[in-house]
């Protein structure tokens, strides 16, 4: 029997948050619930089955923590709400939401949007070495950043070591032009991207002469021991299973290493392994190694990045 709820937002902003841009949100509640979701100003009014409704209306209730403040709210926290409506995980819920692991420069607050975020997360604050795998935008490399600098801004670590392999380039940049930081700049403006949320981008060049941030190739990692120190490996499946080891054998006193990289986008050639495949397979039952694998569900990017995710993991299987 079809019935219709009408849910009183408190405010504007609370109103425009709950919608998304272009009312994406209200459109991924429809696409999750069935029912039909229409905001005029700030009421909501959700029709359909009373099933239907039940699940819209819990679904919204749910999302209050972000709403209710004029967070802005994505597609990912939507699908995450529900996986936890569906598993009795509302109480896990809450604390996802409210958990703030970071504020950006510009205040922006940056919390894991899934399950498996969060456990991403609590790895890299206990776990001296943690692999993460899995797609492009599933915020592998961004959350190690956040959590790193954060780290670093409290005086855990002395460095803050970023690094990854340039294998477009062979690891062979002498043909490219200037110094090694110039060369080297557009394997590495990922991280720099990240770093630049969280610290003055015209303050990063006196930390990096300083050395209290390095970015770097792999290559350039050979024969040190990184003491005191917070590394992030990334793109690590493009590694070769050598340098995979070399670089985990840098691992120094007081130092934490988190290695991540997609195991379906390998830059190496067809008959060459990938040291990130390598490592994992070896590295699985020992003791004190964290190892997080994320999937399309963690993509927190522009929902289309999400089923793009999909529909190559359906092709590929």
């Known amino acids: 029997m079809a019935g219709s709820l009408t849910i009183e937002l408190p405010d504007i902003p609370s109103a425009i948050a709950l919608a998304g841009e272009g009312e994406e949100n209200l ?12 905001l005029r100003g700030q009421e909501l009014y959700i029709s359909g089955t009373e099933k239907q ?7 919204v209730r749910s999302l209050e923590d972000l709403w209710n403040k004029g ?11 529900r996986q936890a409506l569906d598993t009795d995980r509302e109480g896990e819920l809450q604390d996802l939401q409210r958990d703030v692991i970071a504020r950006t420069r510009k205040g922006e607050e940056i919390r894991a949007k899934t399950f498996r975020q969060r456990q991403y ?5 206990k776990r001296d070495l943690t692999f993460c795998t899995g797609p492009a935008g599933t915020g592998k490399t961004f959350l190690a950043v956040v959590v790193a600098v954060q780290a670093l801004l409290a005086n855990q670590f002395e460095r ?16 490219l032009p200037g ?48 003491n005191n120190a917070f590394v992030i490996v990334d793109e690590a499946q493009n590694t070769t299973p050598a340098q995979m080891k070399m670089v985990l054998t840098r691992l120094g006193f007081h130092s934490r290493m988190v290695i991540t990289g997609d195991m379906t ?37 522009h929902p289309l990045v999400q089923r793009i995710v999909a529909a190559y993991e359906k092709y590929e299987k």
């Open 160 to 175: 803050l070591i970023l690094t990854r392999p340039a294998v477009e380039a062979g690891e062979r940049l002498g043909f």
């Open 71 to 81: 967070n802005s709210i994505s597609s990912t926290d939507i699908l995450t709400a």
């Open 27 to 38: 459109k991924t509640l429809a696409r999750q619930t069935g029912a039909t979701l229409v």
């Open 179 to 226: 110094d090694l930081q110039q060369k080297v700049n557009p394997y590495l403006r990922p991280l720099y991207d990240a770093i630049n949320e969280f610290i003055d981008p015209e303050k990063v060049p006196s930390l990096i002469e300083r050395g209290v941030i390095e970015v770097a190739p792999l290559a350039y990692m050979r024969g040190r021991t990184l």
């Open 53 to 59: 409704i039940d699940l819209a209306s819990r679904l």
């Open 121 to 125: 997360i609590e790895a890299l604050g």
């Open 265 to 301: 986008q390998t830059d190496l050639p067809l008959n060459q392994q990938s040291g990130l495949t390598v490592a994992v397979q070896i590295l699985k039952y020992v003791e004190g190694i964290a190892f997080c694998e994320f999937s399309q569900k963690d993509v927190v990017r």
